[in-house]
Every structure is written in C-alpha cells, then in structure tokens.
C-alpha cells in the first residue's frame, strides 16, 4: 500500500499556528479570506523589486548599479501589479534602501529560493556562501514600519530558526548559518549565527504545529487567542471586534475573560501603532490631532558615577543630613552592578528591607516575576 503523501505546510502558516491564534490560521489558509493591506502589498512588491535588481546584478556580475535599480523597480512592479497608490510609497523605501545596498556577487547562491524539507516549505530571498568563514547566510528583507529586531529577539523568531535548520539540508557542508533580517526602510540589517546544536527543537516544534492544525481539523475549534499576529491582523476577530459593551464592572468569568482577550490584543496593536506613527514622524515630520503634537523630542538622561555618590552621601550622613530620613536606594536601580559583581549583593543582603505591594498587571504562565515593585 502506498504511502500518503505528506501535506507540505508553507512557514507563515506554521508560524502563524506558533503565535496562538488558530481563528486566523483558519480564515487565512482553510477558507481563503483575503486579508491584503496596503502594509503586505508594499511588501509585495518590495520584494518584487529587489529580486529584479539582484537578477540584473547576477547576470552583469556588478555589485551595484543605479541605472539597473531604476529598471528593476519598474520591472518589479509590472510583475506584481502593485496598486498605483502604493507605488509611491514603494518607491520612497526603495530610493532610500538601494544606494546603500552592495551585493557580494562572488558569493551569490541563490534568490527567491523556494525549497521544501518534511512537511515545511519557505522561500529565501537571498542566500550567499561564505567560502572565508564556511558559513552559509539566508537574508530575508522587510518593508514594513517595524524596527530591526534585536539579535536576541532575532535568534529566537520562528522564521530564522526554521530557514536556518532547513538551509542545512538544502545547503549540507557548512560549519554554520546565518540569518539576516534586512529592515530596508530603516537601512539596518540585524544578523545572528547558528550551529546545529541550537536547532535542536526545531523538528519538534514543526511537529507540534502541523498535530495542532490536525487536531482542530478534527475538533472544528480554531479558537481566537491575542498574539504576535495582532500588529498586523486587519480581519474582524471575535477578540478585539465583538467584546460587546465593556461593563463598569465584570459579573462573570465570560465577562473578564472576554475584557481580557480585548486588552492583550489591544496592548499588542498599540504598541505597533505607535511604532509605525514613530517611523512615520521621523521621515515625515509631526503629526497634529485635535490640538495634540506627536513628535520624536530630544529627551535628556542624566547619570551620576556611583563611587562618587557613595562617598557624597557618606559624607553627608556623617553630618547628621539623613538622621531623619534615612537614605535608601531601589534594588531596580542596582541590577547593573549586581549582574557585574554578585558578592556585592550578597553582601548587601543582611541590611536590605522588603515590603510586599500588589499591583495589577498580567504574564504568561510559567513565567518568573522580574519586577521587584520597588519604584
């Protein structure tokens, strides 16, 4: 008998089955609700375009070439139809992106890659060898209004650790991979390392995610849950879109449950909102509603070496100047020389005082409590 052929899954939808929230997972790739935005079609065609500049540089062997960048950029569009009133904003990111841009052709692999490994399929946008170092490096580029990620944040994102696991595969031999994420409309590109040891997880968690879909396929639940996806999600959710009137006060566990689905997606689309406004005040300048200026203002940081304000307090105290109101200093406020000298709070522990506060506030469970409350 033979062997059922096993379903490809495409990364996003793997990874959008790792963010939590199965209702989206469901209406996108099960019944093929359209959720374009303009956000996703200025990344259509970005990426359109750049793989119709790196084909041109490939096949003239340059590194870099305005002339080939405009042909590109006209090129790219066409191929993807990019609405006309998007085109601009395409092409402001790009002008902006592409002087800076050199492509080490002699180590050019490959470019819009599609591959295919188990039950997973990704396409890398570019990859190149480093023959110097025996690493391989995938670059995935982004368009959107998100600032680079940090490199921790980096190494633990789901895309990076799948396109580097599976890259081993297509591309055997390598004593390690690399992972760059291309924020072209920042002009940043944050890169992280990975040896084959730190991908250790990565089948199970493909795994776990393909079992989930199967699992709700069987149950007919693909529940809502606020995650990742809500910075960019434009679809009616029953998460955020039909909480219903939000009562002065909460009767039921359904009440407070629903409240508090609303506020973490709410948090979550926030926090991207103003990111975006952000970027969007930095290129564009303030932005005025009723009265109210959104603007980047300087913004003044002072600190003080701390050997000196020991020995000033010191001085001070023996003057009698504390007697009253003895001095003390958050435990917040010494992490830094802490972390750098752990005998220092160990020798701090016989005269520290605690108080125990409770305070609203919300984390996953398993998590450790890292806020002392001692502000």
Request: net charge negative.
């Amino acid at each position: 008998m033979p062997t059922p052929e096993l379903k490809v899954f495409r990364r996003s939808e793997l990874e959008l089955v790792t963010d939590g929230c199965l209702w989206r997972y469901s209406k996108l790739y099960r019944e093929g609700v359209d959720d374009a935005s303009d956000l996703s079609l200025i990344g259509i065609g970005g990426h359109a375009v750049m793989y119709a500049y790196l084909t041109r540089l490939v096949a003239k062997g340059i590194p870099q070439d305005i002339e080939e960048a405009e042909a590109a950029f006209v090129e790219g569009i066409a191929a993807v139809q990019t609405p006309p009133r998007l085109i601009p904003e395409v092409k402001h990111v790009w002008d902006y992106f592409v002087p800076y841009y050199t492509l080490p052709v002699d180590r050019f692999v490959a470019a819009e890659s599609k591959e295919a490994h188990g039950q997973v399929g990704f396409t890398c946008d570019l990859v190149l060898a480093h023959p110097d170092r025996n690493e391989l490096e995938i670059c995935d580029w982004k368009w959107g209004w998100n600032p680079p990620l940090t490199e921790d944040a980096l190494k633990a994102l789901f895309q990076a650790r799948v396109y580097a696991r599976y890259g081993m595969e297509t591309w055997p031999g390598f004593t390690t991979y690399r992972f760059t994420l291309v924020a072209a409309r920042f002009n940043k590109f944050v890169s992280v390392v990975f040896s084959r040891a730190d991908l250790d997880s990565v089948d199970l968690e493909v795994a776990a995610a393909v079992a989930t879909i199967r699992r709700c396929e069987q149950t007919g639940q693909w529940p809502a849950v606020p995650g990742p996806a809500c910075q960019w999600c434009e679809l009616e959710c029953p998460a955020v879109s039909q909480v219903g009137d939000l009562p002065k006060r909460l009767l039921e566990a359904r009440q407070a449950q629903a409240v508090a689905s609303w506020v973490l997606a709410g948090e979550a689309q926030l926090r991207s909102a103003k990111k975006a406004l952000k970027a969007y005040v930095a290129g564009h300048g303030p932005v005025e509603v009723n009265g109210v200026v959104f603007d980047n203002r300087p913004a003044v940081s002072r600190a003080y070496p701390l050997i000196e304000v020991v020995n000033t307090i010191h001085q001070r105290n023996a003057a009698g100047a504390f007697d009253d109101q003895p001095f003390t200093i958050p435990a917040s406020n010494l992490k830094k020389p802490f972390k750098a000298f752990p005998e220092l709070e160990q020798a701090l522990a016989g005269v520290a005082t605690e108080k125990t506060t409770y305070r609203f506030a919300s984390k996953r469970a398993g998590d450790e409590d890292t806020d002392e409350g001692d502000d």
